[in-house]
T-cell receptor
Framework: NAGVTQTPKFRVLKTGQSMTLLCAQD?????MYWYRQDPGMGLRLIHY???????AKGEVPDGYNVSRLKKQNFLLGLESAAPSQTSVYFC?????????????FGPGTRLTVL | AQSVTQPDIHITVSEGASLELRCNYS??????LFWYVQSPGQGLQLLLK??????LVQGIKGFEAEFKRSQSSFNLRKPSVHWSDAAEYFC???????????????FGKGTKLSVKP
């Protein structure tokens, strides 16, 4: 089992370019999350999904879009990248959207926007 | 609003010494609390969690944490630190009633642990 995988691992964009980050999981978890991690800021939730075909906004959703067309995949899109979106992006999954449930994290994608 | 504070940005301890990482939370009801560890270049791994019952929680890798409601704290401890424990540690609280749904986590800003030989 691969668990939670993220593609790509690294990416450099120019301001205004677009890209999509892919999160894939083979654990059959219903719930998936996208976070960004910035130095000294901890992790902040961008968007999340409670199941195939559903998405919801998190704490910092502006400038990002997401889609969950298949249960195992959660895509994070940047339509017009900005330097403020330079960050490390983590995907996570959970069995349930329960307050005490464990979230399982992918290895991260390091994105630099010039 | 729920929040998590980790007062120490960076801590250095000697190998074999004891460790305590501090975490304070703000929450109006019984909190659900987590400690995650992040090794360099890696994702986050759950060390332990508390949601009810015994206030002393045992986790993986020899870590434990104690929930103290009166102090709004959930400090992480280890009696003897190993060089492989060098990493960044994040405390998190389960957030409820977020947009009508439950389950999102609020993370502290992290404490980086360095281990001296």
């Amino acid at each position: 089992n691969a668990g939670v995988t993220q593609t790509p691992k690294f990416r450099v964009l120019k301001t205004g370019q677009s890209m999509t980050l892919l999160c894939a999981q083979d654990m059959n978890h219903e719930y998936m999350y996208w976070y960004r991690q910035d130095p000294g800021m901890g992790l902040r939730l961008i968007h999340y999904s409670v199941g195939e075909g559903t998405t919801a906004k998190g704490e910092v959703p502006d400038g990002y879009n997401v889609s969950r067309l298949k249960k195992q995949n959660f895509l994070l899109g940047l339509e017009s990248a900005a330097p403020s979106q330079t960050s490390v992006y983590f995907c996570a999954t959970a069995i349930r959207l329960a307050t005490a449930d464990t979230q399982y994290f992918g290895p991260g994608t390091r994105l630099t926007v010039l | 609003a729920q929040s998590v504070t980790q007062p120490d940005i960076h801590i250095t301890v000697s190998e074999g010494a004891s460790l305590e990482l501090r975490c304070n939370y703000s929450y109006g009801a019984t909190p659900y609390l987590f400690w995650y560890v992040q090794s360099p270049g890696q994702g986050l791994q759950l060390l332990l969690k508390y949601f009810s019952g015994d206030t002393l929680v045992q986790g993986i890798k020899g870590f434990e944490a104690e929930f103290k409601r009166s102090q709004s704290s959930f400090n992480l401890r280890k009696p003897s630190v190993h060089w492989s424990d060098a990493a960044e540690y994040f405390c998190a609280v389960g957030k409820t009633n977020y947009g009508g749904s439950q389950g999102n986590l609020i993370f502290g800003k992290g404490t980086k642990l360095s281990v001296k030989p």
